[in-house]
């Protein structure tokens, strides 16, 4: 009976120590010797910031280096450790608009033709955001139709996840059009430095060298720019790889 005891305990340990590699970001704390989803995330957001960090899902060297620099600036205990409190103030600065881009802040940003109706891309953005810009201006005039976008990529109207899918398959980012849902696991995890596509179950929108491209916002209803900020809570942000 003890053997069997002491079996069970040992079990328990080794499962409750296997690191999980699905975890969302802000679900357990994250230290040196982690893997996974969240901290990919957590590694894309500390760049974000001005903490330039390698985005590969390992909690190494150089994250722990990057989380002390975080720390540091924010008046943290300095241990390298990303605690789920820490986490929740990380996750409020990036949804905060505006503030603390420093690595974005530096790129050039595109801008609403005279007309308000198209962007235009800017100088020296890669071919791919070129191509976006180009292809969600080609629907800026179209209406907002549930569905729309889904059956046929090029359609009379377009919802949410329908307008982000056109932009990113016009740039030879993405194969066939996706829902919602479904872009909330598109590419890789966190903003990016030039397209972040936001989504949850029921929306979705795309930024595109700093421009928002969504289907809702003051003004018409359906694919349009929306040079006003919307507040990323409760969306999940994710990125083309490279972008």
Not at 11 to 20: K, Q, R, S, T
Not at 127 to 146: F, G, L, S
Not at 157 to 175: E, F, K, N, R
Request: glycine residues 14%.
């Amino acid at each position: 009976m003890r053997r069997k005891f002491l079996f069970a305990a040992t079990l328990a340990g080794l499962l409750v120590a296997v690191p999980d590699a699905h975890a969302a970001f802000g679900d357990r704390t994250l230290r040196r010797g982690a893997h996974g989803h969240d901290v990919r995330v957590l590694q894309a957001w500390l760049t974000r910031l001005g903490f330039e960090t390698t985005v590969d899902g390992r909690y190494g060297r150089g994250t722990t280096r990057s989380v002390r620099g975080y720390e540091r600036r924010h008046g943290h205990r300095i241990d390298g450790v990303m605690s789920r409190r820490q986490a929740r103030g990380l996750r409020r600065r990036i949804e905060r608009p505006g503030t603390e881009a420093a690595p974005l802040a530096a790129l050039p940003v595109a801008s609403l033709s005279p007309d308000g109706r198209t962007a235009i891309a800017p100088a020296g953005a890669p071919p791919q955001v070129h191509a976006a810009i180009a292809a969600a201006n080609r629907i800026t005039a179209r209406p907002y139709r549930y569905g729309g976008g889904h059956a046929r990529v090029e359609d009379s109207g377009y919802d949410c996840s329908g307008a982000v899918s056109y932009a990113l398959i016009g740039a030879g980012l993405l194969a066939s059009p996706l829902p919602s849902s479904n872009l909330m696991s598109y590419g890789e995890a966190g903003p990016g430095r030039w397209i972040s596509v936001y989504a949850h179950g029921g929306h979705a929108y795309v930024v595109i060298a700093g421009l928002r491209f969504d289907t809702s916002g003051r003004g018409e209803k359906g694919p349009r720019w929306r040079p006003e900020s919307r507040s990323g809570g409760g969306f999940t942000v994710r990125h083309p790889v490279g972008l």
